[in-house]
T-cell receptor, first 111, second 116 residues
Framework: QKEVEQNSGPLSVPEGAIASLNCTYS??????FFWYRQYSGKSPELIMS????GDKEDGRFTAQLNKASQYVSLLIRDSQPSDSATYLC???????????FGKGTTLSVSS | GAVVSQHPSWVICKSGTSVKIECRSL??????MFWYRQFPKQSLMLMAT?????????EQGVEKDKFLINHASLTLSTLTVTSAHPEDSSFYIC????????????FGPGTRLTVL
């Protein structure tokens, strides 16, 4: 059973702080990794994708991937109240035909 | 780019009736579309994978005769919930795979189904 694990939270950070979201996965053959943000009652929206070990930065977001440790993380700098949402980590299966989602981490940014 | 739409966004129906949900990729061709279901405060559950021109692949535990999926074109997939019951009330979300941008899935806005 291929799994993606996330801490459900809630993770609470003050406005302006760095939020760190973590995810581990079980399938060593996975090649593609995604972070989605989901607001309550809405569908997920893609924040970032990452395919190679190391860091990938996009604005206030940085994704980090370590395939040896089967670990992927998302850092949100200068957190804003509008970042309050559930963050879903998703990993593709070996065939690349489906995404396996974690249960999500709820982030709360207080002003 | 990579916009996916769903229709309707919200539907209420009586128990025993059937409901059809459409998923369209608006600005790209999607050879593969996915249907998910999400219950309150739970994560996305993949129901089925839909490939254009072929039968859908259903996940374990999903009744293929109850959840009919048709992927008639490269831009349209439909999910029909047949003989709906209150326990089918959920948030149904489709996504489309655009191979033009590696294997990224883009999600539609979702359809909230309430069965009375």
């Amino acid at each position: 059973q291929k799994e993606v694990e996330q801490n459900s939270g809630p993770l609470s950070v003050p406005e302006g702080a760095i939020a760190s979201l973590n995810c581990t996965y079980s399938d060593r053959g996975s090649q593609s990794f995604f972070w989605y943000r989901q607001y309550s009652g809405k569908s997920p929206e893609l924040i970032m994708s990452i395919y190679s070990n190391g860091d990938k930065e996009d604005g206030r977001f940085t994704a980090q991937l370590n395939k040896a440790s089967q670990y992927v993380s998302l850092l949100i700098r200068d957190s804003q109240p509008s970042d309050s949402a559930t963050y879903l980590c998703a990993v593709n299966n070996q065939a690349g035909t489906a995404l396996i989602f974690g249960k999500g981490t709820t982030l709360s940014v207080s002003s | 780019g990579a916009v996916v739409s769903q229709h309707p966004s919200w539907v209420i129906c009586k128990s025993g009736t059937s409901v059809k949900i459409e998923c369209r990729s608006l600005d790209f061709q999607a050879t593969t579309m996915f249907w998910y279901r999400q219950f309150p405060k739970q994560s996305l559950m993949l129901m089925a994978t839909s490939n254009e021109g072929s039968k859908a692949t259903y996940e374990q535990g999903v009744e293929k005769d109850k959840f009919l999926i048709n992927h008639a074109s490269l831009t349209l997939s439909t999910l029909t919930v047949t003989s709906a019951h209150p326990e089918d009330s959920s948030f149904y979300i489709c996504s489309a795979l655009t191979s033009a941008i590696t294997d990224t899935q883009y999600f539609g806005p979702g359809t909230r189904l309430t069965v009375l």
